[in-house]
């Protein structure tokens, strides 16, 4: 674990879970994955507490909505629309090491063949 050669070297760090937005709001269908992530909020919230003492910081990052394989043919649909335009910046976002959409910019990562040309 992490922490625990973080706190055996006497040196703090930072650990970043990666939960989603869905751990705080309700939505239907995918009670499942939301219990998932907000346990995974709660549990990063315990942590960020507990290790503070040694100088651990522990946050989490909670995308939005993500295009992927499995749910691009529901937002083509009037139900999937009408929920990108509840979205602040009116799009999806999107897997950077996926084949990139024509739609805008992509994140870079140094290091990764053949995305970064």
């Known amino acids: 674990m992490a922490a625990k050669a973080m706190i055996d070297a006497g040196r703090g760090g930072c ?9 705080t709001r309700v939505a239907s269908h ?5 219990a ?6 709660q549990l ?7 290790w503070a003492r040694h100088g651990i910081r522990v946050n989490a990052i909670c995308p939005g ?3 992927t394989d499995l749910n691009r043919e529901f937002f083509a649909t009037d139900a999937g629309q009408a ?19 024509d739609r805008g910019p992509t994140i870079r990562r140094p ?5 970064n040309s």
């Open 15 to 23: 650990i970043v879970n990666v939960a989603s937005i869905l751990g």
């Open 30 to 34: 995918v009670s499942a994955y939301a």
């Open 36 to 41: 998932s992530k907000e346990g995974l909020i």
């Open 44 to 50: 990063t919230r315990s942590l960020a507490l507990e």
């Open 65 to 67: 909505y993500i295009e």
């Open 83 to 101: 929920l990108i335009k509840r979205v602040p910046q009116r799009r999806l976002g999107h897997d950077p090491l996926a084949a990139p959409p």
């Open 111 to 115: 290091g990764i063949p053949g995305r």
